[in-house]
């Protein structure tokens, strides 16, 4: 008796294993990675901190050309290594986007750009039918 029932339960773990296995070859065998997300306070403070630069370049700073620039490229490297350093997903024009802040009396001056990306990269990694329109780019 003991014998029968661990037959019986050698074959079910057999036709389990092997449903396992086609279920893996329908899907690709692939399982869907966890992206990283933006929690809210980080989102607050990378926003606010974009938002501080984007003011201050449309009141005063952005008047001033090399102090301007300064501001900016700092400004531009620290939401770069933000976005590296957490594993955050950004497509290719938002890495770019802060090139229009060093156009000198252009629209980077006056458009918070530093702002947009910020909120880009957080939509962009917080919500799949963003990533969807924009093409999933890495």
Do not use: C
Not at 107 to 116: E, K, N
């Amino acid at each position: 008796m003991p014998e029968e029932a661990t037959a019986i339960e050698n074959e079910r773990l057999l036709e389990f294993n092997q449903s396992r296995m086609d279920a893996a070859e329908k899907t690709g065998g692939t399982r869907a990675e966890a992206a990283p997300r933006v929690e809210m306070l980080e989102a607050l403070l990378m926003v606010g901190f974009a938002l501080i630069n984007d003011i201050a370049d449309l009141l005063v700073i952005g008047s001033i050309p090399i102090l301007g620039d300064i501001i900016d490229a700092i400004t531009w490297y620290v939401i770069y290594e933000w976005a590296r350093t957490r594993g955050l997903k950004n497509p290719l024009f938002l890495k770019t986007a802060g090139v229009v802040e060093f156009i000198p009396f252009g629209a980077g001056d006056i458009l918070p750009i530093y702002t947009l990306m910020v909120l880009a990269i957080i939509l962009y990694n917080n919500n799949r039918w963003v990533r969807d329109i924009m093409g999933n780019q890495a």
